[in-house]
């Protein structure tokens, strides 16, 4: 009589399990990360800080309260002291400096070392271009330098969460990260070129098309991160994952 052998998987459980707090805490770490670099380089007066450390500390807050645990709360408080250090500006990077890698911190059981530092990178550069972008509007005469550096830490930060998650989820045979994230992330790397090249326009419409199309690019580096990082928690592909899908708009 013919034996039936139970089923042996090769599925690998996933490195990445997408919740809020996982992508809060990501996002918020980036864009501390970023608040940070650019109180160094001391281009823009106190209320880009004051405007970068609320949006850190909300996000950082409401990522602690729904599960990141106590390195988020110890980086959303670093957040609130930036938040009343805006006017000295290499106080305020240390503390948004050290919000960063605990938030970062609080990211890194439920996304990974290498998922954390990417998805830090793709959202933090890109936030960080758009609201640093309403100061370039108002004063054109800023050194656009520094809105290339962010579109820069975008770019790169798109380049690596591609790669991080395709390895997560093992490529696109077998376990496939989905249409949606390739055709997302695909876009925000265009949207982030468009930037970069709009900001070579001296005039000032360049500075306006650039923070449009940051805008554009920060909405669809939200919906990459989110839906990467749901098709690699799920293990499947977008094409026949109406899981994945699920979780990403119970976000």
């Not at 090769?10 to 992508?23: G, T, V």
């Not at 850190?56 to 957040?79: D, K, N, R």
Request: proline share 5%.
């Amino acid at each position: 009589m013919a034996r039936i052998l139970p089923h042996c998987s090769s599925h690998r459980e996933p490195i990445i399990e997408l919740s809020p707090a996982l992508f809060l805490t990501t996002w918020a770490a980036g864009l501390a990360g970023v608040a940070a670099l650019v109180a160094w380089w001391k281009v823009v007066g106190p209320g880009f800080g004051w405007l970068s450390a609320a949006v850190t500390a909300l996000f950082g807050g409401i990522g602690w309260a729904v599960g990141g645990g106590w390195p988020a709360g110890v980086g959303t408080a670093a957040a609130l002291i930036g938040l009343a250090l805006a006017r000295r500006p290499q106080p305020f990077a240390l503390a948004l400096g050290v919000g960063a890698v605990f938030l970062a911190a609080a990211s890194v059981p439920d996304g990974g070392v290498l998922g954390t530092l990417s998805g830090a990178l793709l959202l933090g550069g890109t936030t960080g271009e758009m609201l640093l972008g309403h100061w370039f509007l108002i004063d054109p005469t800023l050194p656009r330098w520094a809105l290339k550096r962010l579109a820069a830490v975008g770019l790169a930060g798109v380049g690596a969460d591609v790669a991080v998650l395709m390895f997560d989820a093992g490529g696109f045979g077998g376990e496939v990260i989905g249409w949606a994230f390739v055709v997302l992330a695909a876009t925000t790397f265009v949207l982030l070129v468009a930037v970069w090249f709009a900001l070579n326009e001296p005039s000032y419409p360049g500075v306006m098309a650039a923070t449009g199309l940051s805008y554009l690019a920060i909405l669809t580096a939200i919906g990459a991160a989110a839906a990467g990082r749901a098709l690699v928690d799920e293990g499947t592909s977008l094409l026949g994952g109406d899981a994945g899908l699920s979780r990403i708009f119970l976000l």
